[in-house]
Structures are given as C-alpha cells and as structure tokens.
C-alpha cells in the first residue's frame, strides 16, 4: 500500500537581542546560527536516500520559516540538478503558521515592556489550553487538515513543511495521545529538528512517526 511521509521541519534559532516573544510578528530572520542549523537539516535529508526524493517543500509565511524552508530547498536542489530533475519551489500555506498570542511584542525578562507587567500575568491561568492565545487544539486540527489534503495530493511521495514549535508538536501530540494538550516546557521539538509521519495514502492513518535532531551540534 503506497505511503506518503512529511517532514515537519521546525524553524532555525532566530535572531533576538532583545528578548522579545516574537510569535506572528514579521522581520524575525534566522541568525547566523540559525542559518547553520537550516542547513544542517537540508543536508540531513539531501543526504539520505530514503529523503532526497523529496518532492515539494511547503513552509509558514513567516520570515525565519521561509529562510529554513529555502536552506532545505538550496541542498535538495543540487541534488535535483545532479539528476538532471527540475528544481522545487517553496510554496506557503497559512495553516502551517505559529500560534496567535496575547503576549506577541512583550519581552522575555524584566523593564519596560516586560512580559509580567501591566497584568500581563492574569492572561495565564491554564498552561494546558493555553489561555493566552489560540488552543492546541484548534493549532493541531489546522496542521491535521493541511496534513491530509497533503497525503491526498502527493500519495507514495515525500515532502517537507518548515514551521514553528507549538504547531508541530500540538499535532504530534493529538496523533501519539488522542488530545493536544500538553506541558508547553517539555515539547521534544529542538530548534532544526525534523518530525517525519508517515500516513497510509488509502487510510489516511498515520503509519510511523520519527524524530531527528540534525543540527544538535551546530555553534
């Protein structure tokens, strides 16, 4: 039975001397680090030859995923024009996007415009749904559904999609539990980590799901 497999990328370490929780907010670029990492995930799966037939590459709309998402395409590329294949396009898709919240533009730490103040603090009284912005849930059953038109329209192939932390973990979540919720500081989704599913393309069911940390030791 043909199986379809997506690569859920997360995004590169951004750059953020300020400390700021940044969220949907736009001009938040990889740093060179993060760059690094973006490209030690397109080597791992350009390298691999259960990945490098790779056949599209979606990301979130947002800076720092496109940035990822266009490392991955660079080493998937060349090994495309070693075969004489013609090369991928990124393409974005809204659904894939970082969670909406309260606290976008607030700062990590302390001073002005500081996360706990001016009662920022009393958004926070769930850190299961969480209250302060949109539900694992809702993220989970927006990825879920971006996922199986995916299988739909790629059945027996492989592709990738680059988004954020809570995204992708939300819906690994809903998929190995049965709910999404879950403890927001003990996510298993590192900065370049890749979150592969494979979805039996009859069912639609979810076959095998695997995890690599390949940029682990990029500095």
Known sequence: MPATTIHFVRHGKVYNPDHLLYERLPGFHLSDRGMRMAQAAGRYLASNPQTNTISAVYSSPLERTRETAGAILDALNAVRADRGETPLELVTDERVIEAANEFRGKRIGHGEGALWKNGNWKLVRNLWTPSWGESYR??????????????????????????????????????????????????????????????????????????????????
């Open 138 to 219: 809702h993220i989970a059953e927006r990825m879920g559904a971006f996922a199986q038109e995916k299988v739909g329209e790629h059945p027996g192939e492989q592709i990738v999609v680059v988004s954020h932390e809570s995204p992708i973990w939300s819906y690994r979540h809903l998929l190995e539990t049965g709910h999404p919720e879950h403890w927001m500081f003990m996510r298993h989704t590192a900065l370049a980590s890749v979150t592969s599913i494979t979805y039996d393309c009859a069912t639609r069911n979810v076959m095998s799901i695997t995890y690599v940390d390949p940029a682990a030791d990029v500095e």
